[in-house]
Each structure stands twice: as C-alpha cells, then as structure tokens.
C-alpha cells in the first residue's frame, strides 16, 4: 500500500471541448453499429466497420494496440463480459453483445460502452439485464453531479444495483472504471461498488469513464488463455455500460451521449453543463 497520492489530470474548458468531440464522434460510431448490428454479422465486420468511421473522421481509434490489443473494439458476446476480442463468430438472434470502443481527436480520448440484443430477445431476462446495467450507468452518472468524493459513484452504483436487482445480477469485481484524457486509462480508478477508499475529491476538470458490467447469477469469471477474454462462468450472461463524463464548474457533461447527458441525467431531474461546442 502506498501513501503517495495519484496525481489526476485536470482539464481546461478548452481541453474538454476537445474530448466532447472526440467522445460525440465515438457516439455517432455507436449509433451506426447499433444499426448495423443483426443476425449474421460477424464481430469482425463491425470492427471493420467502427475503424473505418473513426479513420474517415481523422480520429485514431485507441483500443488498437492497447497493451497489444488487435482490434479497434471489444465485442463481448453472451458470457464474455468484457474484452472479447472481434473475430469470424457470425451474431445470432438473441445474442447478447457489448461493444466498447473509443477513439482519440487531436491526443484526447473518448471510451464509451453499450450493449445490444441481437433482434428478438431469448429471455426476459436478457433484458432486464441490459437495461438494468445501463441505468445502473446513469445511477453513478448522477452520483458524480452532486459527490464530493469519486467512491460515491461506485457506492452509487451498488446501491441501485441492490434495489433493483437483488442477488440476480453480480458485479465483475475487481473491474472499473477510470480517469481519462491524454491516456485512456489514468487515475483515478473509479469502482462500480463501495470500497474502502473514499477517492478523490471531486474537481472541475476531471474526467471520468463510468462504467457499470454487471453478471446474470454470480458474479465468477475466467480469464481466458488469449489474456483479454473475461468470461463468466457461472452460467449467466453479462452486459456493460460507459460513458466518459467530464465534471466542470457548469456541472457535468456526458461527453460520450449525443445529448450531453440531457436524457438520462432527466430521470434523476438533473441537468448537463452547456454542451461545449453548443458556444
Ligand atoms: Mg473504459
């Protein structure tokens, strides 16, 4: 255990209208693969797809030879609850796929998170799951407008996701979110439960990744041998949220959501920062 404190990187207004755009981009890339998504289609086909959007808008995707990772997303299908690296697998109907992805602009990052069913679902469940996990997104999204320390994002989380699912659903632990900026992954971390550390103060200028992956029945997983695929192995599926916010003196704004968060921060009757490429 270590005393020292990590030093998390504050950006100007002028720095996080640059991450807006590169995390509005990544929000046009999600919205051409949620349509692009259906039965038939392989996970490396809608990576093909993602990286040519991000290169034809002179972004550079940045998942793309993170710590050697060999594709410009992770499509995570049915058990695999993140990293699942894109390959030949053709989706099928009622499949339930998380596909995270990210892209840099001018050196700033954006990572954002959404999970699909494939057409018809098979189970109620598989519903509830995703849905469940996307609010559970905007639960610690709302936390952050009104915390004073970063841990309550994570107990944020945990809570709504004890109120509203009980013991169906289980957290990936020891995965979370993070601060992001000129890398994707710097301090601090940001848990999706309660954990002893409290974290930082909260300060205009920090910008988080959110990002709530939760489990159908317990929550165990695997590594596989490939070192990226995380897999659950207690037989239920998974699904993953994110976004990456920015807290500035306005209040938030959802860098990652087309609306700057206007939607889903309206369920919690909070409002987004101006939008700061509205000006
Ligand atoms: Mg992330």
Redesign the pocket.
């Given at each position: 255990m270590s005393l020292r404190r990590e030093r998390v990187e504050l950006k100007t207004p002028e720095q996080i209208a640059v991450m807006r755009r590169s995390g509005k981009l990544l929000s046009q890339v999600h919205d051409m693969l949620a349509d692009a998504i259906r039965p038939g289609i392989t996970t490396a086909a809608l990576d093909s797809l993602a990286e040519e959007m991000i290169r034809d808008h002179g972004a550079r995707p940045n998942f793309l030879g993170y710590h050697g990772f060999p594709a410009t997303l992770c499509i995570s299908v049915n058990d695999v609850v993140v990293h699942g690296i894109p390959d030949d697998t053709a989706l099928a109907e009622g499949d339930v796929v998380s596909i995270?992805g990210?892209c840099i602009v001018e050196g700033w990052h954006s990572?954002a998170?959404r999970t699909h069913i494939v057409g018809a679902p098979r189970r109620e469940a598989d519903t509830a799951l995703v849905q469940l996990t996307e609010q559970a997104l905007w639960a610690g999204i709302a936390a952050l407008a009104t915390a004073e320390r970063v841990g309550e994002v994570g107990a944020a989380i945990e809570d709504f996701v004890t109120e509203a699912a009980g013991e169906t659903l289980s957290h990936l632990e020891g995965f979370g979110?993070?601060g992001?900026g000129t890398v994707?992954?710097q301090p601090p971390d940001v848990m999706n439960y309660r954990t002893r550390s409290r974290g930082p103060r909260v300060k205009p200028g920090m910008c988080l990744?959110i990002?709530p992956m939760l489990i159908q029945g317990p929550g165990d997983w695997d590594l596989e041998d490939d070192d990226w695929t995380v897999r659950a192995t207690g037989g239920g599926r998974a699904a993953h949220w994110?976004h990456s916010v920015a807290v500035t003196a306005q209040g938030l704004v959802v860098l990652t959501a087309a609306d700057g968060g206007a939607e889903g921060l309206a369920h919690h009757g909070l409002t987004p920062a101006p939008d700061p490429l509205a000006a």
């Open positions: 995270d990210g990572d998170a979110g993070h992001i994707m992954h990744a990002e994110e």
